[in-house]
């Protein structure tokens, strides 16, 4: 027998005995697993122990299926190994089950090395098959879990004003309300209404209170103060919802504190959240998010309504000194059996008639009650992180990228206006940094004569509204297709590209971006052209004139841009 305890007082035994292999084999496994659980083990949830347990009771089952099953974990053989990994299926499920259960089995320092090498053999990933939900689907989860919430909130707060008025004197003991408010007071400081045990051991509710409460039911009785399990999990799934949670750390969340604002004009109230994610590597455990409740449709207001509807629950377990802190509480509707303590559907920690933290299973179960197609966990938390907080959610830059956000149709959809866009700006971009006039042997007739080249369309200029007449920068005649370059205009480009050249030393990098830098790549690219070349460039800066000079020193200080 191994018995797991984790911090906050979280419990579950395992029972090796009841495994299908040699008592040597058990032994070994079991000696493994308490070293795992054990504190400082790497095991710090029962979620953590209860998934392994798992995968090596299948391995267990398919070891015991052999013909001749070894005895213990150094007559485990490469060959066995193997068989096991073509029995996985090929999902995610079977990936860890190959993945956990060789790294389990790596810490017994006799197993054989050919198996070790076995275990070594690279496994193809598994495609992540969840997709985020379409806005539809989302805005139909959300609001099955608000409804969900925004019941238990009108009902628990209508019995939370009742007990109010009842412990204020404000009811006549009296009356029937009064015997509701007195049944309310036992049930927020005990967890139960008034009852009593009949003559077969069951607990009844005391006749006069069963009259006035309407019932002996869970409606009737502890309802009225606290949540279901279910109700629960939807307070989770919203929370998973709003603010992209690993679902552990949503299951386990602690209470939030809270600050306000200095003062005295109102100031909304402001939760600090503590998340921990147990995975992630030394000194990234723990994280803390900041939420404000300034309104309905605030994720602050989300927390402050969870704190209304757990507020009795947590209540309890304050008094009762239990050392543990939890945001999620919820009522039970049964006591469990002994012999049903710590089985798979029991959730990790109790305190009296009190479950804390919820489990996928009870997310899933919430899920069919409203009509939905299984657990929305995963789908939620990568629709969040995806597609509204597009960020990493309490992984890396390159998990999210990598896991969550390469393989959604959505960002691949969304994607392609942004590309066709950047594209198209890259392109503009490439028309503006290359030389775009024409080159022609001599002056063009029709050409008017600019600053730096002849213009054969002075009036239809593709930098400005058509039959309006160029408004553009004399730098951009080299970007314009009506622009015609002549050998006599080599001496003044040359003598323009030598010059911005001197600036580019001259100005901070921000000025000489822009303008001077495209202009200055166009007569790069024109110098670098077949019919030209350094020698002609050379030649004609040489037999630049003083006009030319003068054109040019204008033109760089904005002369001509009055």
């Known amino acids: 027998m191994v018995r797991h305890l ?69 007559q485990l053989s490469a060959a066995l190994w193997s068989a096991w990994k073509l029995r996985r299926s090929p999902n995610r499920i079977g990936y860890r089950e190959l993945t956990d259960v060789a790294g389990f089995l790596k810490l017994d320092a ?215 802190d939890r945001l999620i509480v919820w009522h039970e509707s049964l006591p469990l059996p002994p012999a049903q303590q710590g089985t798979a559907r029991a959730v990790p920690l109790r305190v009296g008639p009190f479950g804390l933290g919820v489990t996928s299973d009870d997310c899933r179960e919430w899920a069919v009650r409203a009509g939905l197609p299984g657990s929305p966990l995963r789908r939620g938390r990568k629709t969040v992180n995806v597609l509204h907080r597009r960020e990493p959610g309490q992984n890396s830059q390159d998990t999210h990228d990598r896991v969550y956000v390469m393989g959604e149709p959505q960002v691949h959809e969304a994607a392609i206006d942004v590309i066709a866009e950047g594209a198209q700006e890259a392109a503009d971009a490439a028309r ?15 050409a008017q004569e600019t600053a730096t080249t002849g213009c054969s369309d002075y009036m239809d200029s593709p930098f400005g509204e058509s039959g309006m007449g160029c408004r553009a920068s004399f730098l951009l005649c080299t970007a314009c297709p009506n622009a015609r370059v002549a050998p006599a205009h080599y001496p003044r480009l040359a003598l323009l590209h030598q010059a911005l050249g001197n600036l580019r030393g001259a100005l901070d990098p921000a000025e000489w971006r822009g303008p001077f830098a495209d202009a200055h790549a166009r007569l790069e690219d024109l110098k670098r052209h077949p019919r030209i070349g350094d020698e002609v460039w050379r030649a004609a800066l040489a037999t630049a004139s003083d006009l030319d000079r003068q054109m040019i020193d204008h033109l760089l200080n904005g002369h001509f841009d009055q």
Request: with cysteine; glycine share 8%.
């Open 432 to 446: 503006l940094t290359v030389f775009a006039a024409r080159l022609t042997e001599k002056a063009a007739g029709d």
């Open 110 to 324: 006799r197993l054989p090395m050919p198996v070790r090498e076995a275990m070594a053999a690279r496994l193809p990933r598994v495609k992540v098959q969840e997709k985020a939900f379409t806005p539809a689907e989302f805005q139909a989860v959300r609001a099955a879990a608000r409804s969900t919430l925004r019941s238990a909130l009108l009902r628990i707060r209508h019995n939370a004003e009742l007990l109010t008025a009842w412990r204020t004197g404000k009811v006549d003991a009296a009356t029937p309300q009064g015997l509701v408010g007195e049944a309310l007071d036992e049930l927020a400081r005990t967890g139960h209404v008034p009852r009593y045990e009949d003559e077969s051991g069951k607990m009844r509710v005391i006749n006069r209170y069963r009259l006035a409460l309407g019932g002996e039911g869970a409606e009737a009785t502890w309802k009225r103060l606290y949540l279901t399990r279910v109700e629960a999990a939807a307070l989770v799934v919203l929370l998973v919802s709003e603010l992209g949670l690993n679902a552990t750390t949503a299951f386990e969340l602690a209470v939030p504190t809270t600050t306000s604002g200095s003062g005295s004009a109102p100031t909304p109230v402001v939760y600090r959240l503590t998340l921990e994610k147990r995975r992630r590597g030394s000194g990234h455990h723990f994280e803390s998010r900041n939420l404000a409740d300034v309104g309905a449709s605030s994720a602050g207001r989300l927390i402050t309504e969870i704190l209304e509807v757990t507020e009795f629950a947590r209540a309890f377990i304050a008094a009762s000194d239990a050392e543990v």
């Open 6 to 74: 984790v911090k906050g007082g979280g419990e579950k035994s395992y029972d090796f005995g009841a495994l299908p292999l040699a008592p040597a084999m058990r032994r070994s496994l079991a000696v493994l697993f308490a070293q795992k659980c054990a504190p400082g083990g790497g095991w710090d949830s029962v979620e953590t122990s209860k998934a392994t347990w798992e995968m090596l009771r299948r391995f267990a089952q398919f070891v015991a299926s052999q013909e001749s099953p070894p005895r213990d974990i150094p």
